[in-house]
C-alpha cells in the first residue's frame, strides 16, 4: 500500500489548484494527485480548439508547476474509496491511504433523458476530454450542417468558432434570447445580432424535440414543429456534477446532486473535502444554493481547500459565488457579475440601474479603441452594488472582474466614485470618462433623486 498524506482525486482546474496550494502551504506534507487524463484541457480554451486554436494539443494545462513543487501526478482511475479507512483503489491495481482528501472530480454534459436519438453517430457533447474532442474534430471534418442545442457561453462560443471554419452552423435556443440566463436582455440582444450578423442561424424561443436519422444523424425537430437538416448536433444544454464516486463513499449530496461542502470545502465526512463542479456552492448575494459551475469558481474552492487542511483560516472562507462571465464574439466582450436585473427583482431586492457608455482608450480616435458600455445593479437602500455587466473591447474581460470584486466586498457606489484608477491612452479610457466611475456617478444621482 503506498501512502500520502493528502490525496487529490481529479486533474482539471480545480485538482491541480488544490494540489499547488496544499503543496505550498504545507511543503512538508506529501502529495499525491490521480486522474484520468494522461493530458488535461483548459476547461474554458475548449470551444476555441475548433479554430481559433486549432488543436487540442494548444490548449493543455501545464504538468510543470505541480512537479517543480513536488507534486507527484498518477495516470489512473479512481474506482472506490473507504472513508472511514482512509484508503483507495484504483484501476490500475493501486492501494492508497491518505490522510486528507481533496475531490475535484467535476462535472459530465447533461444528456436529457426524454431526448430521441443522441446515441445516433455525429451526436456531440463537449467534455473535458482531450481524446473525446480530438474525435469530435476528425469527425466534423467531412460535415457541413451543424445544430448546436443550447445557447449558454459554450454553445454561443463553440457556434461561432465553426462559423468561422466555413460550417452552416444553427444555434437552438429555448429562451427568447443566447446568453438569455445569464445577462440582461439589452445585451443578450446585442450578442445574438452580432453572431447573425457573422453568419450564425440562431433560433431562439424554441427547444429540440428529436433528433432524426437512421444511424446517423440526419435531421433535428424543433419544438415549434420546425425540422433542420443537419449532418451533426453539439449539445450543449448543461452539465451535472460527477459525484457517483462520493455517493459510493457516503458523502452527503443537496438537493441539485452536488456534494454537500462549507465554507472551508469541508464535506459530511472530516478530513474529506469538496471543490469545483461537483461541490456544494451558494449564492453570493442571496445565500441561496447555487448552480453555477465555473472554472474561476473551482480555483478559487480549490484554494480554499488547499489552505484548510490542516487549519482553519477565516481569511479564506468560501462565501459564496458571484457568477462572473465573460465572453467574447468577434473583437466585441461581454462580462457579467452578480445578479442580472430579473434575478434581483425575483429576489426582492429594491434596485436602481445606472448605466454609462464611453470609450476604452482615451482619445477615442486610437485605432483598437472601442465603444464601452457598464450597467450596475445596485441596492436601493445601502448602495452596495448587486451585480453589473460589461459590453465593450477585450479589456471587458478584466473590467467586469473589477465590478466583481467590489460585490464581493460589499462596495458600494459611493466608494466607486472615489475609486482612484491609473490611467494611459493606450490602455484605458480617460480619467474623465472612466466608464465605471461615471456608472457610478449615475447610480449615486439615482439615489439621490429617488
Known sequence: MRKTDVLVIGGSATGLVAAMTAKSNYPDKSVTMIRKEEKVMI???IPYIFS?????????????GLRNLGVEILIDEVLSVDAKEKTCITKNG?????DKLILGIGSMPHIPA?????????????PKDKVYLDKIQGKLEGLNKVVVVGAGF????VSDELNKEGKQVTLVELLPNVLGATFDEEYATVAETMLKE??????????????????EVKQVKLSSGEVLDADAVILSIGYKPNTELAKNMGLELNEYGFIRADQYRRTSIPDIYAAGDCAEKVDFSTGKLSKIMLASTACTEARTAGLNLYELNTFSAFRGTIGIYSTCIGETAFGVAGLIEKQAAKEGFDFITATFTGVNRHPGKIEDAHKETVKLIVSKLSGVILGGQVLGGKDAGELINVIGFAIQNNMTVYDLIMMQIGTQPLLTASPAAYPLIKAAEAAVLKLKNA
Open 94 to 98: 493501486e492501494k492508497f491511504q491518505f
Open 154 to 157: 459554450i454553445g454561443v462560443e
Open 198 to 215: 457573422r453568419g450564425v442561424t440562431v433560433k431562439t424561443g424554441c427547444g429540440i424535440e428529436e433528433i432524426i436519422g437512421d444511424t
Open 52 to 64: 481559433t486554436v486549432e488543436t487540442t494539443d494548444n490548449n493543455i494545462l501545464p504538468d510543470e
Open 43 to 45: 476547461p474554458c480554451g
Open 114 to 126: 426524454w431526448l430521441k436519438g443522441t446515441e445516433l453517430k455525429n451526436v456531440f457533447t463537449v
